[in-house]
């Protein structure tokens, strides 16, 4: 053996993307890892999450969350259906568009039963992107194994339910890992 050798490095996007992991290198073919911590925002990360959606048309809805203790403004970010492969504009948030420290922004159908942000004709697909006003993706949900708005492994197929993230948003970038079925909003 060389000598054990230690270093702290970020995940992959594809693995844990807002983790840090100490590696102590034992040998070209063994290593231990340990996970020093999870940060729900960490540096760089944009703090607004798709926290849940239920794709039924005129009743559906897409929720959004400000994981951060600031306020955020969401003018310009773009929320986006995909069905199949296809991608469209669901939505376009109006200028002004403000959302609080832990507060959420729902968009909902004309036919949702609740109190919403914004209505739109209908909140259908099986899956959703959040763009921000430069364009640039950032979060996605899908329950459709080659839907385009997938995060890694697809999130769980709910029926008539609707998919939610946990109290606090946590994003893995795995949509199996951070959405489970609830009880819908409205």
């Known amino acids: 053996m060389g000598g054990i050798r230690t270093g702290y490095w970020p995940l992959t996007p594809a693995t844990a993307p807002r983790e840090t992991v100490r590696m102590f290198a034992l040998s070209r073919e063994a290593a231990v890892v340990t996970v020093l911590g ?29 994981t951060s203790s600031r306020e955020l403004d969401l003018s310009g970010w773009t929320v986006q259906s995909c069905a199949g492969r296809q991608i469209t504009d669901l939505a376009v948030l109006p200028d002004s568009t403000r959302l609080e420290p832990g507060a959420h922004y729902v968009i909902a159908g004309l036919d949702f039963g609740g109190t919403a942000d914004l209505y739109v004709g209908e909140v259908a697909g099986d899956g959703y992107r959040l763009l921000a006003a430069d364009g640039s993706v950032v979060d996605r949900v899908a329950v459709s194994p080659q839907s385009p708005c997938r995060e890694a492994e697809h999130a769980p197929d709910c029926g008539g339910w609707a998919l939610s993230r946990d109290a606090t948003s946590t994003d893995t970038d795995n949509n199996r890992r951070d959405f489970a079925c609830a009880l819908p909003l409205g």
């Open 38 to 66: 999870s940060l729900l925002v960490g540096p760089g990360a944009i703090p607004v999450k798709l926290h849940g959606t239920r794709p039924a048309g005129p009743a559906g809805y897409a929720d959004l969350h400000n």
